[in-house]
């Protein structure tokens, strides 16, 4: 499973799908500059670039509110994110 972090800067093959407020993405892999996964939320583009300098990990604040809330995917049922 990836690791959740915070972001804001978004680099997809078909361009920038960057977020105006900072919010949860899931990493799976990294490069030298970048982490490399996809939004938590959001249409479901994959092998997202996010940059390492504009990424980071959650804080303690942060991780207490997203264990609070679901996500759903297309008509599946919701799931409870783990964040932690």
């Known amino acids: 499973m990836g ?3 915070i972001a ?3 680099i997809h093959q078909l361009g920038d799908i960057s977020r ?9 892999t990294e490069d ?9 939320t959001g249409i479901g583009f994959i092998d997202v670039h996010f940059p390492k300098e504009t990424t980071r990990k959650l804080t303690q604040k942060e991780i207490e509110k997203y264990n609070k809330r679901y996500v ?3 008509s599946h049922a919701p ?3 783990k964040v932690d």
């Open 8 to 10: 804001t800067k978004a």
């Open 79 to 81: 799931h409870k994110l």
């Open 20 to 28: 105006d407020d900072p919010d949860l993405c899931i990493i799976f």
């Open 3 to 5: 690791e959740y972090m």
């Open 72 to 74: 759903r995917m297309a």
């Open 32 to 40: 030298e500059n970048d982490y490399i996964g996809n939004w938590v």
